[in-house]
């Protein structure tokens, strides 16, 4: 008798267990980042980051929550559908071997459409300076958002000042060139970067951060702004005339030095011809001092702007 009720009470904490492990089964599985994110959470774990295979596909996906797409407390977070897609054979795969890809695929290699992927971004971000995206430079050749921005990473490189150059040179590689040559703007320093200059996700001519290339430069450049009494009209005209503002070999971001720069506008009327060549004795010769030194900057010291008011013929030359 006594064998038959233990019998009885090991059947009954059996059933107990199983009707347990039942309601657990029936309980939903907790979101760990994003809402709504266990239906993706379940094989995209902290597990992912140590296979190669699925790194390459979804590249630390739960590091999301150390961004402000990851942040739970702010309604407008979006969740890993919202993105991606509802992707439903993605989540109903249960074979071998790589599942099928999301509706919405972020890869370098994707066959997603870029507008189809901007879709994503540009339904939250498509505001204030983003507001030009489709009609831009970037936009218009099929740049996707995530060709340059990074949405699972703690720190995205674009918005990172001395790493947001590598990206951009990922397509611009001439201008890796230039500003690496002597004379060029403190980019690889550190101290400025490529949107200092460049709105890259607005419409107006180079992509700049004002509307003309000659109000982006005097954003820094104040003292070449004028008004002056006597304008040097290529520089009310547009700075790059006489400036590659990517870098160069010449002094002061020049795109040739002078007097070949200058001679490029100015004829023999007011100079002889100077061929480019070292005086071989002391002479005051116009014919020679304007090709040694700093050349025709030897005597015409104010190239932006003079504001003389000598009455003479040649208060206007822009000497100081």
Wanted: aromatic share 2%.
């Amino acid at each position: 008798m006594k064998r038959l009720q233990r019998i009885c009470v090991v059947l009954g904490l059996i059933v107990a267990c199983l009707g347990a492990g039942a309601a657990r089964a029936a309980e939903p599985a907790e979101d760990l980042v994003l809402k709504g994110d266990a239906k993706c959470t379940g094989c995209h774990d902290e597990t992912d980051d140590a296979k190669p295979t699925m790194l390459e596909l979804h590249p630390s996906v739960l590091s999301i929550g150390k961004t402000r797409h990851g942040t739970r407390a702010d309604g407008r977070t979006p969740s890993c559908v919202d993105c991606h897609g509802e992707s439903e054979k993605h989540l109903k795969y249960r074979g071998a071997g790589t599942p099928p890809l999301t509706d919405r695929d972020f890869r370098k290699q994707t066959k997603t459409p870029a507008e189809e992927r901007n879709q994503a971004c540009t339904g939250c971000h498509q505001g204030g300076n983003r507001i030009a995206w489709q009609t831009s430079a970037h936009g218009a050749q099929d740049v996707a958002c995530t060709s340059c921005h990074q949405v699972h990473v703690r720190q995205d490189k674009v918005l990172d000042k001395r790493a947001q150059p590598a990206v951009c040179f990922t397509c611009h590689k001439e201008q890796r060139v230039q500003v690496n040559k002597p004379s060029h703007h403190p980019i690889v320093e550190g101290k400025m970067t490529c949107s200092s200059c460049h709105a890259v996700h607005g419409d107006n001519p180079k992509q700049l951060v004002k509307s003309s290339t000659n109000d982006t430069c005097y954003t820094c450049h104040m003292e070449k702004r004028g008004p002056f009494v006597h304008n040097h009209q290529p520089v009310s005209e547009d700075c790059s005339i006489c400036h590659q503002p990517h870098g160069t070999n010449v002094d002061s971001l020049l795109r040739a030095r002078a007097p070949i720069l200058c001679q490029e506008c100015h004829s023999h009327e007011s100079h002889p011809g100077q061929a480019m060549a070292l005086p071989n004795a002391p002479s005051n010769s116009t014919s020679l001092v304007g090709t040694v030194g700093r050349a025709c900057m030897n005597c015409h010291t104010n190239i932006h702007g003079g504001n003389s008011t000598v009455n003479s013929a040649t208060s206007g030359r822009f000497r100081r």
